[in-house]
C-alpha cells in the first residue's frame, strides 16, 4: 500500500485591523477601516481595500511602500485646495457663474481644455458685464471646483437619498489588462421621478465572490 504525504495544513489568517494603527504618524490621514471586515484596511489615497490578515501592520507597511500609493500620495499632496484659487475678495455673482460653469463641463464631459479660451471668449462677448470681466475659470481652476468642491457635494446628497429612499444597483467593472480595474457604481431611485445617478467607482483588482465571504 502506497502512502500518501499527510496534507498540509491550511494557514490560518490570524491578524485583524486595529483602530489604533490610525494614531501613527506614519498611517494617520489615509488609513482607516474597511468595509470587508477586520481582515481588510482601506486607503484612502489610493481609495481601495487590501488585506491586513496575513502580516497585520506589516501589511499596512508594504502597502504604503507600493508604486501606485506613492504615485497616488504625492500627487495628493501637490494638489493645492481649492480656496487657493480664490485669491482675494471675490464678487458672489462670480464665484457663482464659474461653478455653473464647472458644473456644465462636468455634466455634459467636456474636455478641461476649453475652459482655457472659454476665459477669453467669455470676456470679450460681454464687455459689459462686470462679472465677465472677474471671470477667470481655466482648466486648472475648473477641476479643483469639480474635484474640491462639486463632486463631494454631489456624493453627500446621493448618499442622503439613498437612506430614506428605496433603490437598486448597476455595476460595471473595466476590463483593461495591466493596470487597476475600477468598478462604476450607479443607483437608480425616485424623488419626484426616477433619476440615475453616479454613486462610486472603486479599484477592484479581486473580482471573486469568495474574496468577499
Excluded at 12 to 41: I, M, P
Excluded at 118 to 138: G, H, Y
Excluded at 172 to 196: G, H, M, P, W
Aim: charged share 25%; hydrophobic share 35%.
Amino acid at each position: 500500500m502506497v502512502l500518501s504525504p499527510p496534507k498540509k495544513k491550511k494557514r490560518v489568517a490570524s491578524c485583524k485591523y486595529l483602530e489604533k494603527w490610525e494614531n501613527d504618524v506614519k498611517y494617520r490621514g489615509w488609513l482607516s477601516k474597511s468595509t470587508l471586515g477586520l481582515s481588510h484596511a482601506f486607503c484612502k489615497v489610493c481609495n481601495r481595500d487590501f488585506k491586513v490578515d496575513h502580516g497585520g501592520l506589516n501589511d499596512v507597511s508594504k502597502h504604503a511602500g507600493t508604486a501606485i500609493h506613492q504615485k497616488s500620495f504625492n500627487a495628493q499632496n501637490i494638489t493645492r485646495p481649492v480656496t487657493n484659487f480664490f485669491v482675494g475678495p471675490q464678487d458672489e455673482g462670480t464665484i457663482k457663474a464659474e461653478v455653473i460653469w464647472s458644473n456644465f463641463i462636468a455634466q455634459h464631459n467636456i474636455s478641461f481644455l476649453l475652459a482655457d479660451c472659454f476665459t477669453k471668449v467669455c470676456k470679450a462677448m460681454f464687455t459689459d458685464s462686470k462679472i465677465a470681466l472677474k471671470f477667470a475659470c481655466s482648466r486648472t481652476k475648473t477641476t479643483q471646483i469639480i474635484k474640491k468642491s462639486l463632486a463631494p457635494t454631489l456624493h453627500q446628497e446621493v448618499v442622503r437619498d439613498l437612506q430614506t429612499k428605496p433603490f437598486s444597483m448597476a455595476i460595471d467593472e473595466s476590463n483593461d489588462r495591466n493596470c487597476d480595474k475600477s468598478l462604476a457604481i450607479l443607483v437608480r431611485y425616485f424623488t419626484d421621478q426616477a433619476t440615475t445617478k453616479f454613486l462610486a467607482m472603486p479599484i477592484c483588482n479581486i473580482g471573486k465572490a469568495s474574496k468577499h465571504l
